[in-house]
């Protein structure tokens, strides 16, 4: 910085090239282009000691601080008011009379879940979408008060066939006279009852950020063709920001004009996580009062979610497995309900499932016939780093091995795993035939990537939303044959505003043989 002596006097001093000043000239006055202070003149009585340099550094220093301190301000008061409509929309309770889903779709039946407040009772009208056949009803279901739920099972369906449908509410608790409401009424779709092409998209984490809505399930509606929707896990969290009563966190998200537009009209199969509950939860890291918060979780969770997906096969489980059109077989894991405490020492004793869930995906494994199989988990397979994956199979390294080994033992071929969770997008190959793909979050604050990946990560992507699509086709000729497509989509990221194809992978059946048929 160039320093220049001022001329002029301070104030009230005489000027120094006047006759009457007889004082000696021991000071300057140095101005640079924000101030003007005095320091000694060079030669005068007075010790410089630098104080010049100093005088210059602290009002340097007082600058930066007061420009810091305004930005600070003009930033506070620009993000108070976001901060207020965030907490806001994260805490209301929407009203949200009326709601309907499908769920659990076979070749000759489907679920459907109902929502009517207010209503005692309701019956369901059906027929053929395309022929526009005669209408079938069901029988009448009752709707109970307090919350006016109910999951039925309509059933002596055609395979492979598209369904419109309509749900008649009665109009008061003495009469039997129904309406129809615009709201509770859709499509539903059966599987083939032979070998056919499967699509379905995958993802989970669904929070609540200020700048986006579920617009994406939308799109996933009118563009993918999809048969169903996998979601792994977070579907609320009522966790964050506060501890939001469940059926708040519930209404929030089923209320959302796009998640329940798409859930009228396409399947949804689903497995909770942590949110759910609590962050990060546990259910053997929990004493008598978090024994009562899984209980009321789960109270809830079956009242909006579990009643719609595939029934468990033992009474007081989650953890289910569907088939879809004799090409894909699928089993969701429960990985909250009967773990080990996380940092325990990690041996054959140490379980995220359980063992009799772990029995349970080891029958699954010997007995199912699909040439595709997908083992689905809420968190991560392949990400090693417990500082930061401690929450996920990183914990669980023997389990996991043991799993991966039994495959392998039993050369089951078809075997591809599904994760979510770590809001970002990867893949890995974990084995030459085990591949994972693990895709979030639909709706959440993007985390970034694994900074120091392991060595079997094939693709990484962050700070984005993202989905996944599964394709499934058999070929005409030998059926036990397939390809898989699958492909990783990111929308609303810094980079594209627009869901955009990141990731696309073409896999055989023979690429996912764990002993080729040469080698046996």
């Known amino acids: 910085m160039e320093l220049r002596a001022r001329k002029n006097a301070m104030p009230d001093e005489p000027h120094r090239n006047s006759p009457g000043d007889t004082r000696p000239q021991q000071f300057d006055t140095i101005c640079n282009s924000l101030f003007c202070y005095r320091v000694p003149k060079i030669g005068s009585s007075q010790k410089p000691a630098h104080t010049h340099h100093s005088a210059i550094l602290t009002n340097s220093i007082r600058a930066v601080a007061w420009t810091f301190f305004a930005l600070s301000l003009c930033i506070a008061v620009l993000a108070f008011p976001l901060l207020i409509w965030t907490m806001h929309r994260a805490s209301y309770t929407p009203e949200y009379r009326y709601g309907v889903a499908v769920g659990a779709p076979t070749s000759e039946g489907i679920k459907l879940w109902v929502r009517a407040a207010n209503h005692t009772s309701f019956f369901v009208k059906y027929r053929h979408a395309t022929e526009k056949s005669a209408w079938q ?168 979610v579990a009643s719609k997906n595939p029934d468990s096969k033992r009474i007081g489980t989650y953890w289910y497995h569907f088939s879809v059109s004799e090409v894909l077989d699928v089993f969701v894991l429960d990985v909250r309900q009967s773990n080990s405490h996380t940092y325990i020492h990690d041996d054959e004793n140490k379980t995220l499932l359980g063992k009799t869930q772990k029995q349970d995906l080891f029958d699954w494994l010997l007995t199912t016939s699909a040439p595709v199989k997908i083992i689905a988990s809420p968190v991560i397979w392949s990400a090693d780093d417990v500082s930061r994956f401690g929450d996920s199979w990183a914990s669980y390294v023997t389990e996991r091995e043991e799993i991966y080994r039994f495959i392998e033992y039993h050369n089951v071929t078809g075997v591809v795993l599904l994760s979510g969770d770590v809001h970002f997008a990867a893949v890995f190959q974990s084995r030459p035939w085990l591949w994972e793909f693990s895709v979030s979050p639909i709706r959440a604050l993007p985390f970034f990537k694994i900074s120091d990946p392991p060595a079997s990560t094939i693709f990484q992507h962050d700070m984005a939303f993202h989905y996944g699509i599964f394709s499934v086709t058999p070929f005409q000729e030998d059926v036990s044959q397939v390809k898989i497509q699958v492909e990783i989509y990111s929308y609303r990221s810094l980079l594209w505003l627009k869901p955009t194809c990141i990731f696309n992978m073409t896999l055989s059946t023979h690429d996912l043989q764990p002993i080729p048929k040469s080698d046996q």
């Not at 009752?142 to 099972?153: E, G, M, R, Y």
């Not at 995958?202 to 399930?217: H, K, N, Q």
């Not at 506060?242 to 859930?263: C, I, N, V």
């Open 137 to 304: 009803s069901s029988q009448v279901f009752a709707l109970s008060p307090p919350h006016f739920i109910s999951t039925i099972s309509i059933v002596e369906l055609m395979p492979s066939t598209t369904y419109d449908y309509q749900v008649l509410v009665a109009l008061s608790s003495n009469t039997t006279q129904y309406e129809p409401i615009q709201h509770l009424s859709g499509t539903f779709h059966t599987y083939a009852a032979s070998p056919a092409a499967v699509r379905f998209a995958f993802g989970s984490c669904m929070g609540i950020v200020p700048w986006s809505d579920l617009s994406v399930f939308s799109h996933l509606r009118d563009v993918h063709d999809l048969d169903f929707f996998l979601h792994l896990g977070d579907q609320i969290y009522r966790d964050q920001p506060g501890e939001l009563p469940f059926d708040t966190a519930y209404k929030q998200a089923w209320s959302d004009t796009h998640f329940a537009r798409f859930m009228k009209d396409i399947p949804v199969y689903s497995m909770y996580d942590d949110h759910e509950i609590k962050n990060d939860w546990k259910t053997s890291e929990t004493d008598s009062n978090g024994s009562v918060l899984y209980s009321d979780a789960m109270e809830w969770w079956h009242r909006f």
